[in-house]
């Protein structure tokens, strides 16, 4: 059999000829964007490149059990609209969850929300809030009041995700303006999954020179004891997002083909300093 060449009206004749069927499993075997592509080749390849044949395989296995989920209802006319429905993100789990599939690899990701993390003395009213705003896609967030203790985690099971896939966790947060005692002392950051162990160091804001030095003018000797505590590490840094929340990298692992649980962390727990103002929307967990 010749090979097919797009362009000239005889590569057309050679491709309309191919049955529609085979064309649609041989595009079930690229990506959703060059699937996409292919669609401007002639319109029997627009037909192949629409039909569920080639968007189930992009979908997740478990596709269903995700529709099932989802709070609100799914409404779909095609594998491919499903698709695209998934790509724009689904609360799932009574809105304690968020599913997301990235719309060049058609790889899963989450977000915990913060009900879903394990936030230390998160029920105490003393130490932290929980309130709607209406930013956030969840219910719910938790805003620290004060504390000195500041221990977040998460964990998520390797199977909800794609196999042999590098990963990585990012803790989704935002400061309030009256925020204080965030930027002195950096918090330990961990993934875990089985023995593979990755730690680091991150800080969970960065101020002004301008309020720094109005910082040092009043507490100059409590900052420079705190900064001799201080263990050297990567620092990582807020980020912005896209949906106008700030990220912490907490780490990355990769995901394998066992079912093993992945324990993600931030800390700060040696209650050196007070501190208050950090808003917790959740953890993503997302494709690298």
Not at 194 to 212: E, H, I, M, P, R
Request: glycine fraction near 6%.
């Amino acid at each position: 059999m010749k090979p097919i060449t797009v362009g000239g009206s005889s590569s057309s004749s050679n491709i309309d000829m191919l049955p529609e069927d085979c064309v649609s499993t041989i595009l079930s075997n690229t990506s959703p964007p060059e699937a996409c592509k292919s669609s401007l080749i002639s319109s029997m390849f627009r037909s192949a490149a629409e039909s569920d044949i080639v968007w189930e395989k992009f979908l997740p296995s478990d596709y269903e059990n995700i529709v099932s989920r989802a709070v609100t209802p799914v409404k779909f006319s095609s594998k491919k609209e499903l698709f695209y429905c998934f790509c724009s993100s689904v609360l799932i789990d009574g809105r304690s969850k968020s599913f997301k599939l990235d719309k060049f690899s058609g790889k899963k990701s989450y977000i915990l929300s913060a009900r879903e993390l394990s936030i230390t003395w998160s029920n105490e009213p003393m130490y932290w809030s929980w309130r709607s705003i209406p930013e956030s896609r969840f219910p719910e967030v938790a805003e620290l009041r004060t504390i000195s203790w500041l221990e977040i985690k998460g964990k998520i099971k390797t199977k909800m995700l794609a196999p042999n896939t590098k990963y990585g966790a990012y803790l989704i947060m935002k400061v309030s303006v009256r925020a204080y005692g965030l930027d002195w002392m950096p918090s330990e950051i961990s993934v875990e999954v089985g023995d593979n162990v990755q730690n680091g160091t991150a800080y969970l804001c960065l101020k002004d020179l301008k309020q720094k030095e109005i910082e040092t003018l009043f507490y100059s000797n409590r900052i420079e004891m705190l900064r001799e505590r201080v263990v050297q590490g990567d620092g990582h840094v807020p980020c912005k997002r896209e949906d106008g929340w700030m990220e912490i990298e907490l780490g990355e692992f990769f995901s394998g083909e066992n079912d093993d649980e992945v324990k993600m962390s931030l800390m700060e727990v040696k209650g050196y300093q007070l501190k208050g103002g950090l808003i917790i929307e959740g953890i993503e967990v997302r494709p690298k």
